[in-house]
T-cell receptor, first 116, second 117 residues
Framework: GNSVTQMEGPVTLSEEAFLTINCTYTATGYPSLFWYVQYPGEGLQLLLKATKADDKGSNKGFEATYRKETTSFHLEKGSVQVSDSAVYFCALSDQNYGGSQGNLIFGKGTKLSVKP | GAVVSQHPSWVICKSGTSVKIECRSLDFQATTMFWYRQFPKQSLMLMATSNEGSKATYEQGVEKDKFLINHASLTLSTLTVTSAHPEDSSFYIC?????????????FGSGTRLTVV
């Protein structure tokens, strides 16, 4: 079945360091891919998405490119800030765009701590 | 943008009692809502898919008699944890899908931290 595997944390970085959180997936068909972020004490928020191969999602300095050949959707940011400290979840939608059902399948989450 | 309101944000209850969690889509209609459970250091696990006007679809291993889901309107779904036990303590989060927004359409509630004592 469909699944998402992301690197286990926690990840601890200094401010302005480069961030990569790896995410790979297994899916039939053509899923949409997402990164969600959960700040301390809050619910999930969509960070970015990509709906087809070679799409690049970007938001708040974060980027991820949908790589079908490597079935990956790695999250990157060139210079992290303390305010980026959160848990990041990679996810895929197991229904094609426009499907009436479809739920999200999540990775286990990666906790990021950024130190000043 | 699409907003999903989930209440309560946290609740403490005694073992054996029931707890109801509400999930409301505030500015869009959601024919389908999803209920997830988040275990510490683990992924969000889908519990059930809630469909307006029909019975919910439960994932394998989820007790439908224990986790009662009602989706009586296009903007409200409820999850009731019946006869709660300490092992039910967890973070529950709902998601509603706005079909008019395609792949962008998943919006999450803020979650409910349930502690059963």
């Amino acid at each position: 079945g469909n699944s998402v595997t992301q690197m286990e944390g926690p990840v601890t970085l200094s401010e302005e360091a480069f961030l990569t959180i790896n995410c790979t997936y297994t899916a039939t068909g053509y899923p949409s891919l997402f990164w969600y972020v959960q700040y301390p004490g809050e619910g999930l928020q969509l960070l970015l998405k990509a709906t087809k191969a070679d799409d690049k999602g970007s938001n708040k300095g974060f980027e991820a490119t949908y790589r079908k050949e490597t079935t990956s959707f790695h999250l990157e940011k060139g210079s992290v800030q303390v305010s980026d400290s959160a848990v990041y979840f990679c996810a895929l939608s197991d229904q094609n765009y426009g499907g009436s059902q479809g739920n999200l399948i999540f990775g286990k989450g990666t906790k990021l701590s950024v130190k000043p | 943008g699409a907003v999903v309101s989930q209440h309560p944000s946290w609740v403490i209850c005694k073992s054996g009692t029931s707890v109801k969690i509400e999930c409301r889509s505030l500015d869009f209609q959601a024919t389908t809502m999803f209920w997830y459970r988040q275990f510490p250091k683990q992924s969000l696990m889908l519990m059930a898919t809630s469909n307006e006007g029909s019975k919910a679809t439960y994932e394998q291993g989820v007790e439908k008699d224990k986790f009662l889901i009602n989706h009586a309107s296009l903007t409200l779904s409820t999850l009731t944890v019946t006869s709660a036990h300490p092992e039910d303590s967890s973070f529950y989060i709902c998601s509603a899908r706005d079909l008019t927004k395609g792949a962008r359409g998943y919006t999450f509630g803020s979650g409910t931290r349930l502690t059963v004592v």
